[in-house]
């Protein structure tokens, strides 16, 4: 899909408020309703809009502690990956899973829960019990100095 600067503005606009009517979105971007609310479905259709959400704030539900936890596994297949993926992705104190490079580690994990003794349950009750990990270093978070949900559109070329 090509995109023309007023679907670059929705974009930067949708990505600070979700919430915005499509009236409001309208008046942002220079529309009126109608074309606005065509360019938000084409642009979902595209599936450059791949979801929306509304974020919480983990302090306040309890969720003060946060972990990323580099893991390694002892082989490299695909079948290996794939059961280790999928169980990690039903945890649901699993924030994300990343497969990465240039580290000794497979995986980059990113795990909240409650506190210290809701960590270790998950460590030892879960994660090490899974076939094929061979490490894990965790690494606790101390203070979240920046946490951008929004993409840089910049790079975008208007049409």
Do not use: W
Request: net charge negative; proline share 3%.
């Amino acid at each position: 899909m090509n995109l023309d600067r007023i679907d670059i503005r929705i974009l930067t606009e949708i990505q600070q408020d979700s919430n915005l009517t499509n009236q409001e979105l309208a008046d942002r971007v220079g529309l009126s309703p109608s074309p606005c609310l065509r360019r938000m479905k084409a642009l979902e259709e595209s599936g450059i809009i791949d979801r929306s959400v509304t974020l919480l704030n983990q302090r306040k539900l309890g969720l003060t502690l946060t972990v990323f936890i580099q893991i390694s596994m002892d082989r490299h297949t695909p079948d290996r990956f794939e059961v280790f993926e999928s169980l990690m992705a039903s945890y649901p104190e699993v924030k994300s899973i990343n497969l990465v490079t240039g580290q000794t580690a497979d995986y980059l994990v990113e795990v909240v829960v409650e506190d210290m003794d809701k960590y270790q349950e998950f460590l030892l009750g879960r994660l090490t019990r899974i076939e094929g990990v061979t490490g894990v270093h965790s690494s606790f978070l101390l203070r979240k100095v920046m946490d951008r949900t929004s993409l840089p559109l910049g790079h975008l070329k208007q049409k």
